[in-house]
Structure formats: C-alpha cells, structure tokens
C-alpha cells in the first residue's frame, strides 16, 4: 500500500517519501518546522509564546504555485517564529520551532 512494485528480472519496491508531511519529518518530533522547498510566506498565523494544538495551521507557505500548510506536530507552545508574511525562503529554512511537550 502506497508503494509501487517494478517486475522484472529483478523486483524493486519502491515506498515515496512525501516531503510536504510534517509528521513524518525528522525535525517535527523535536516541534522544528522547516520549509521542505523554496517558497513564499504567504501568512503565519502564529508568534512566539502562543499556545498550539495538534494540527493547527501555524504558517502557509506557497511553493510550484500551490500553497503548503504547516501544521503543529503537537500540542504545545511556540518558541520561535523567524519568518513573516511576504518572506521568501530557501529549502529547509526554519519556519516555527516549538517546545518540546513536557516527558
């Protein structure tokens, strides 16, 4: 499921990885959200200190002219917010960075 099979001599399964998936990104269990493609700032909707839920948008960004939410990983507080609406950034620039939940 989600995969894609090749037959032949040999058979290679392949499993995509989707880089727009936030929970499945390694920075995201740490509550570090980055811009997985170059792209636009279009809206953060979010600032340093404000309290979060799970999934709840935290900034939009538009990249090959389709707009990308970044969602919080987890309940939690925002720790830092160094992008604006209008930014342009780069691939794998920090775009909110969460505290980690309390363990």
């Keep these: ?4 099979s090749i037959f032949g001599k040999q058979t290679r399964h392949f499993t995509p ?3 727009l998936d936030i929970a499945a990104s390694e920075g995201a269990a740490a ?3 980055t811009a997985p ?3 636009l700032v279009k809206s953060v909707t979010v600032a340093a200190g404000d309290s979060v839920e799970a999934g709840q948008v935290l900034a939009v960004l538009e990249a090959m ?3 990308h ?3 919080a990983p987890f309940a939690g507080t925002v720790a830092k917010v160094p992008v604006a609406t209008g930014d342009q950034v780069s691939d794998g620039a920090l775009i ?3 505290d980690a939940p309390d363990a």
Excluded: A, F, I
Aim: glycine residues 18%; without cysteine.
């Design 69 to 71: 939410q970044m969602r």
């Design 96 to 98: 909110v960075e969460m």
């Design 65 to 67: 002219k389709m707009e």
């Design 1 to 4: 499921p989600g995969g894609v």
């Design 17 to 19: 990885h989707d880089l």
């Design 37 to 39: 493609m170059p792209g």
């Design 31 to 33: 509550g570090t959200l």
